[in-house]
C-alpha cells in the first residue's frame, strides 16, 4: 500500500513537471505572428517593388538618356530586416570622424545597370535583359508568396487545433 | 503597394508607344502630300520621351525611407517635334502644285526610318502589355494570400 502510494505520487510529479515544461516552452515562444512569418513577408514586398523598378526599365526603353536601374536585392532583404550590410567600417583614428555614411545612390538601394550594348542617345536599356529578369521576378514572387502562404496555413491549423 | 505602380508605368510606356504609332503612322499616310511652297509641306513628326520622376514632387531627395523605392513613375512624352531634315524637290513641271520654277516639295518623310520606327513601337507595346499582364497575375496571387 505504501508503495502504491510512493508510486502514485512520483507519477503526479512526473506529471507536474511535464506540464510546468510545457507552460515554460509556450510563454518562452511568445507567438510573435511577426516572428512566423520571417523572411518571406519582406522579400514579398521586395520583390513588387523590384518588379516596380524593372516595369519603369522596360517602359523607358525608347527614352534618350535614361539609364536602367536596379536594386541589389539581398541587401535591400537585410536593410528591411534590420540587419547590417556586409560592407565593412572604415578605420577611424578619432571619434569624431563620421562613420556609416549614407552613399548618395545608396539612399534608395537603387543602382544603375552596368550597360552591355548602351546605344547612341545614351540610354542603357536591354529590353531582353529586363524581360528575362522581370520573369525571373516574377517567379521569385511566386516562390515568396508559397513560403508565405504555407506559414500561414500552418498558423491556421495552429489556431483551429483539429 | 508598388504593384499598382506597375500598372500605371506600363500604361505610360503603352500610351507613349502608342503616341509613336500614331506619328509614324500620320508621317506614312502623308508621305506623298505635295504643297507648292516648302512652308506648307508636310514634315515628319516625332515624339520626345522623356522619363517620369515621381519622387521629386511628392518626397524630398533625402528622404531615407527604407521601404520606399523611387524607381520612377514611367515614360512621359515630352512633346513631338517636326523633323529638320531637308524637304524633296522634285521637278514636276506639269503637276497643277509645281511652283514657278516647275519644282514640287514633297515632305522629308524617309519611309524606311519610319517602317523601322514602326516596328520598334509595336514591340515596346508589347513588351509593357507582358509586363503589365504578369504584374496582374502577381497581384491576383497576392489577394489569394492565407486562402
Known sequence: ?162 | MSLMNIFDIAGSGMSAQSVRLNTTSSNIANAESVASNTDETYRARHPVFAAQLQSAMQNSPFDFAADQLKAGAGVDVMGIVESDAPLQLRYEPHHPQADENGYVSYPNVNIVEEMANMISASRSFQNNVDVMNSAKQMMQQALTLGR
Open chain 1, 1 to 162: 500500500m505504501l508503495a502504491q502510494g510512493l508510486l502514485l505520487t512520483r507519477q503526479s510529479h512526473v506529471f507536474l513537471t511535464l506540464r510546468q515544461e510545457q507552460i515554460d516552452r509556450v510563454h518562452n515562444m511568445g507567438i510573435s505572428i511577426d516572428k512566423q512569418f520571417g523572411i518571406h513577408q519582406h522579400a514579398l514586398q521586395l520583390r513588387s517593388d523590384r518588379a516596380s523598378v524593372l516595369a519603369n526599365n522596360i517602359a523607358n526603353a525608347d527614352t534618350p538618356g535614361y539609364q536602367a536601374r536596379d536594386i541589389d536585392f539581398g541587401e535591400m532583404l537585410k536593410a528591411r530586416m534590420g540587419e547590417r550590410s556586409d560592407t565593412l567600417p572604415m578605420n577611424a583614428s578619432s571619434t569624431s570622424h563620421l562613420q556609416n555614411l549614407v552613399a548618395a545612390e545608396a539612399i534608395n538601394g537603387l543602382k544603375y545597370r552596368n550597360p552591355s550594348q548602351p546605344s547612341l542617345d545614351g540610354n542603357t536599356v536591354d529590353v531582353d535583359r529586363e524581360r528575362a529578369e522581370y520573369s525571373r521576378n516574377t517567379m521569385e514572387f511566386q516562390a515568396a508568396f508559397e513560403f508565405l502562404n504555407g506559414k500561414i496555413k500552418s498558423l491556421l491549423t495552429a489556431l483551429k487545433g483539429e
